[in-house]
């Protein structure tokens, strides 16, 4: 292929476009707008009409800009088994800096430590013996050891804790890096063994309600409970009860239950039906893991190299499996 069209439904800002085309392949030629033309080869974009899919005879693939698959997107793919479908996951690092960052802010009991000094209350200081967590020399058990769920067991073996991982393309039990990543069907006897609980899933079927009463029954109750992944993947009732209970030492939640239906909805939607808010060991966080000072260079700089494969007439990585939704 001579010239490769490459076209993205959403327009992005200057500095991003320069990231972009600094580090894109002269055989790529951009376009963009709702609009896509009859030439286009790859289409960038998370949630494409089907006149979109339809718009170019030439489309062979579709570029997902983020990490995931909506559910409306997945639905609509089922008609157009001829186009690949790729992620991208420049948002790794990110997200993995505040699951970690949820993991010690739980565990540390950040927020009700800094509440309560604000109100110039020192007691908490006192407490013997102290409810905060050593996690040094303790186990992570990650669910998702991908992209973000490699980078996390990273960060956690900085912190001195030993690394367990689960993947679904894995039949038995493999080490790496001295991180042991078994299937997800071990999770029954993994959960014991887990003193934080980092979900790092994509939400599927097969995730949906994955972490319920029983699952967190089995967590030791001096666990915490960090979620990155989806809010559908632990039951909310279930880990609600066993937040006000005590039955687990704290959570670091990053995904929802309930998001605003609309702009204006933004400033007073609660995250749940249950008052997670009035609970001290829960360390809540508006779905922005993903976000940094950096996001969009590292999105540019991603695509530029995903996109540079294939006008190289390589297979593009991350590749998502329809059957499975990642």
Aim: with cysteine.
């Amino acid at each position: 292929m001579d010239v490769m069209t490459v076209h993205l439904i959403s327009t992005p800002d200057e500095a991003s476009l320069a990231v972009l085309r600094g580090n894109l392949d002269t055989a790529v030629s951009l376009t963009f707008g709702a609009d896509v033309p009859a030439n286009t080869h790859i289409l960038i974009g998370g949630r494409p009409s089907r006149q979109q899919l339809m718009a170019s005879p030439a489309l062979q693939a579709l570029v997902i800009p983020w990490a995931g698959l909506p559910g409306e997107t997945h639905t609509l793919l089922a008609d157009f088994p001829h186009l690949t479908v790729h992620n991208l996951h420049h948002n790794a690092i990110p997200v993995a800096e505040t699951a970690v960052m949820l993991l010690l802010a739980a565990a540390k009991l950040t927020l009700p430590y800094d509440q309560a000094l604000r109100h110039h209350d020192w007691r908490p200081r006192y407490q013997r013996p102290s409810p905060a967590l050593l996690l040094h020399g303790k186990t992570a058990v990650i669910l998702g050891y991908g992209a973000i769920g490699q980078e996390v067991g990273r960060l956690c073996q900085a912190l001195g804790m030993a690394v367990i991982g689960t993947r679904r393309r894995v039949e038995t039990p493999v080490s790496k890096n001295d991180v042991t990543i078994y299937p997800i069907s071990a999770l029954a006897t993994l959960l014991s063994r887990a003193d934080a609980l980092m979900i790092c899933l994509p939400h599927t079927p097969e995730t949906e309600g994955l972490i319920g009463a029983r699952e967190l029954a089995l967590l030791p109750a001096t666990a915490v409970l960090v979620n990155v992944g989806r809010g559908a993947i632990v039951a909310e009732a279930a880990l609600y009860q066993a937040l006000q209970e005590r039955r687990l030492h704290a959570a670091g939640l990053d995904v929802w239950y309930t998001y605003p239906p609309d702009e204006a909805a933004r400033a007073h939607t609660p995250p749940a039906a249950y008052p997670f808010h009035e609970l001290d060991n829960v360390v809540m966080s508006p779905h922005r893991a993903g976000h940094s000072d950096q996001t969009e260079r590292l999105r540019m700089t991603h695509l530029a190299a995903l996109l540079n494969t294939a006008v190289q007439g390589q297979p593009m990585p991350n590749r998502i499996d329809l059957q499975w939704g990642y």
